[in-house]
């Protein structure tokens, strides 16, 4: 059972950046695409970003392609998210999720591709 935990959310203005951490526990997490979802009030679930196992391939929602940037350290089990010029759209709940074991070089775009999820980490990006 691979155990996610989130840290690094916070209160931000706009322009601002934030580093977004998540440690996995439990699983051979280098075995594991990953990916970053985010849910805002009365909205549904969205994809923000994915990394694949061994972090050669990369997708991000187009409301964040070139502000964000997925990173993972598979030595210390840990998968990040880089957001630069937050702007208050960014606002969220922000959720590491897990899916795997997989195969080399693939990633996922869909909430329901992923077997497990953290508790989230609130952003909230305001003036």
């Known amino acids: 059972q691979v155990q996610l935990v989130e840290s690094g959310g916070g209160l931000v203005r706009p322009g601002d950046s934030l580093r977004l951490s998540c440690v996995g526990s439990g699983g051979t997490f280098h075995e594991y695409s990953m990916g970053w979802f985010r849910q805002s009030p009365g909205k549904e679930r969205e994809f923000v970003a994915t990394?694949?196992?061994?972090?050669?391939?990369?997708y991000y929602a187009g409301s964040v392609k070139g502000r964000f940037t997925i990173s993972r350290d598979n030595a210390k089990a840990s998968v990040y998210l880089q957001m630069n010029s937050l702007k208050p759209e960014d606002t969220g709940v922000y959720y590491c999720?897990?899916?795997?074991?997989?195969?080399?070089?693939?990633?996922?775009?869909?909430?329901?591709?992923?077997?497990?999820w953290g508790q989230g980490t609130q952003v909230t990006v305001s003036s």
């Open positions: 999720a897990a899916r795997g074991p997989t195969v080399t070089g693939t990633y996922y775009t869909r909430d329901s591709e992923y077997n497990y």
């Open positions: 990394i694949s196992r061994a972090g050669t391939m990369k």
